[in-house]
C-alpha cells in the first residue's frame, strides 16, 4: 500500500524559503505524479501544483512565481519550494497522489499524507 | 478558474437521518466526449487530511460505505448521506478536475443535531 508523508521545517521566516519533502513508500514513484496542496487552519483546501515522476511540472498560476517542485527518484522523493513567503503562505501543506483512472491521470486525489504544518514568522 | 461554491456552510442532523450537501461549479465540468462529470468529494475529520469519497460525481470510492452517494451533472451536484452515523462528522469539500487549477469549495460541516 503506498503512503506518503511530507516533513520539513516547521517554522520559516518572512522573506525566505519554504522547503518541503514529500516521501512515498510502498511502491515506486515512476509514472507517478505527486500533487501539492495547502490549507490554511480553518480554511479551505489550495491546489499548489503537481509533478509527474519524470519532472514535469503544472503550476497554479497564483503561485507560480514563487514555486519550483521537483523529484529525486533514487530516493522516492518529491520536493516543493514556496520563495519569499509570507504570512498568508501558513498553512498545512500536503502531497497527494494523482488519481488514475484505467488509462487516465486526473486530478482527484485518492492518497493523502498528513500533513505538515509550517508557520510563517519572525 | 472554476470557483465551486457548497451550500450550507454547515448542518446538523439527527442520527439515521439524511444530509445533503450542494455543490455548484462557475461553469460545466461536463466533458462531452465521455459524458463524464469531472467532480469529486472528500470527506476531511479534524486533524486528518480529505479523504477521496466520490470520483466522476457518482462512483464510490473503494471502502466507501454506501450510505454516501453523488449526484447532479453539468453545474449542479449534491451528496447524499442516507443514514447519518457518528463517524460522519467532518468537513466534506466538493472539487473539480474539469480544468487546472483543480479547485475546491469552501466546506460544509456536518454534525450531529
Known amino acids: 500500500q503506498v503512503q506518503v508523508q511530507e516533513s520539513g521545517p516547521g517554522l520559516v521566516k518572512p522573506s525566505e524559503t519554504l522547503s518541503l519533502t514529500c516521501t512515498v513508500s510502498?511502491?515506486?514513484?515512476?509514472?507517478?505524479?505527486c500533487n501539492w496542496i495547502r490549507q490554511p487552519a480553518g480554511k479551505g483546501l489550495e491546489w499548489i501544483g503537481r509533478?509527474?515522476?519524470?519532472?514535469?511540472?503544472t503550476y497554479n498560476p497564483s503561485l507560480k512565481s514563487r514555486v519550483t517542485m521537483s523529484v529525486d527518484t533514487s530516493k522516492n522523493q518529491f520536493s516543493l519550494k514556496l520563495r519569499s513567503v509570507t504570512a498568508a503562505d501558513t498553512a498545512v501543506y500536503y502531497c497527494?497522489?494523482?488519481?488514475?483512472?484505467?488509462?487516465?491521470?486526473?486530478?482527484?486525489?485518492?492518497?493523502w499524507g498528513q500533513g505538515t504544518m509550517v508557520t510563517v514568522s519572525s | 478558474d472554476i470557483v465551486m461554491t457548497q451550500s450550507p456552510d454547515s448542518l446538523a442532523v439527527s442520527l439515521g437521518e439524511r444530509a445533503t450537501i450542494n455543490c455548484r461549479s462557475s461553469?460545466?465540468?461536463?466533458?462531452?466526449?465521455?459524458?463524464?462529470?469531472?467532480l469529486a468529494w472528500y470527506q476531511q475529520k479534524p486533524g486528518q487530511p480529505p479523504k477521496l469519497l466520490i470520483y466522476w460525481a457518482s462512483t464510490r470510492q473503494s471502502g466507501v460505505p454506501d450510505r454516501f452517494s453523488g449526484s447532479g451533472s453539468g453545474t449542479d451536484f449534491t451528496l447524499t448521506i442516507s443514514s447519518l452515523q457518528g463517524e460522519d462528522v467532518a468537513v466534506y469539500y466538493c472539487?473539480?478536475?474539469?480544468?487546472?487549477?483543480?479547485?475546491f469549495g469552501q466546506g460544509t460541516k456536518v454534525e450531529i443535531k
Open positions: 510502498g511502491g515506486s514513484i515512476s509514472d507517478y505524479y
Open positions: 472539487q473539480q478536475y474539469y480544468s487546472t487549477p483543480p479547485t
Open positions: 497527494a497522489r494523482r488519481s488514475r483512472f484505467g488509462d487516465l491521470f486526473l486530478d482527484a486525489f485518492d492518497i
Open positions: 509533478i509527474y515522476s519524470s519532472g514535469s511540472t
Open positions: 461553469q460545466s465540468v461536463l466533458y462531452n466526449s465521455n459524458n463524464q462529470n469531472y
